[in-house]
């Protein structure tokens, strides 16, 4: 009963739209550039009055009026990353897989020159890859990645880089079981990531004395909703850190929560075997009991939150 209360706490305050506004206007500062350069995005049938719907026909016709030949669109940055920062929005509403063959026809029709398809590559970085971006995603990046790997228009060292960043995208996908290790507590103790037993666990990638890490754990323990599921067993938080200087490990040891998993990678596997991207620290992984992904370097409390809301019948499995 009571995390079925837990769970309908966050159904009342924490539930999203199906789908967010789009924006397609540029700022003023970009006013300039978009009186010689504008992308027109077509609007969905008037009849289509259901967002969902709305944004799945986005998905197939948001770049119908852009001219992937005019390789003048690419000098014109600020408009450019309106448009796609607009597009991104648009499919992060709608179901990977519709996403998918959204940004494999984008990236088909970008390679209409090399100056037109290094602005798309460009924007895709910085909006699917950026850990920054609040519509960051790993699926549509490696769609981004493959492109860039088998296309005629990058050297063969050209495509180093995204075939070191496809690797490690590839790794940890949503959907698939995430890569077991051995963590090592202060005393000495060690476990591993799969004998950790709860609905859901929460991997927090961190280093000590790191202000990010500090404010992240300060936003986990401030949520309600996660601090009753850790309560309750129900969520499970590994902390671990990566690297192999503890003397700052073991003096901040104190300040992680005592409900916590306070470890570090002994084998130093995470790290030197690549078994997880850490191209940013702090970094968050949120499993269910299998430990399959539910979400990759995610750094949304809220989403968090959603995504445990939203699968919360593996917590009630559990419990019974």
């Known amino acids: 009963m009571i995390l079925c209360c837990a769970l309908l706490m966050l159904g009342a305050c924490g539930r999203r739209g199906a789908a967010p506004a789009v924006q397609t206007e540029p700022t003023a500062s970009s006013a300039e550039q978009v009186e010689q350069r504008k992308v027109v995005v077509p609007e969905p049938p008037a009849m289509m009055t259901d967002r969902g719907e709305q944004a799945l026909w986005l998905t197939e016709h948001y770049w119908d009026n852009f001219d992937f030949t005019d390789t003048t669109y690419a000098d014109a940055k600020q408009v450019m990353e309106v448009a796609f920062g607009s597009y991104a929005t648009v499919l992060s509403a709608v179901p990977v897989e519709a996403g998918i063959r959204s940004v494999e026809t984008l990236f088909d029709k970008a390679q209409a020159s090399r100056k037109m398809y290094d602005c798309f590559t460009e924007l895709a970085e910085l909006y699917f890859y950026d850990p920054n ?188």
């Not at 995208?169 to 963590?183: E, H, I, Q």
């Not at 202060?186 to 666990?201: D, H, N, Q, R």
């Not at 269910?288 to 917590?315: F, H, W």
């Open 133 to 320: 971006s609040p519509v960051r995603n790993d699926e549509y990046y490696i769609v981004t990645l493959q492109s860039m790997v088998a296309s005629p228009l990058l050297d063969e060292y050209e495509k180093i880089r995204p075939q070191e960043q496809l690797k490690l995208s590839l790794k940890n996908r949503v959907g698939t079981p995430a890569a077991d290790f051995r963590y090592t507590l202060a005393s000495g103790e060690t476990g591993t990531l799969y004998g950790i037993k709860a609905p859901f666990v929460l991997i927090f990638i961190n280093n000590p004395g790191c202000p990010a890490c500090k404010e992240v754990k300060e936003a986990i323990t401030a949520s309600g909703f996660l601090s009753q599921l850790i309560q309750l067993g129900v969520l499970k938080v590994l902390a671990i850190y990566p690297d192999q200087d503890l003397t700052e490990w073991y003096d901040y040891a104190p300040n992680i929560p005592e409900e916590w998993i306070n470890s570090y990678d002994k084998e130093l596997r995470i790290k030197d075997q690549e078994l997880y991207d850490l191209q940013a620290i702090p970094t968050l992984y949120l499993l269910d009991g299998k430990k399959r992904v539910l979400l990759k370097d995610c750094m949304s409390i809220p989403r968090i939150e959603q995504t445990i809301y939203d699968n919360r019948e593996k917590a009630n499995e559990w419990v019974k």
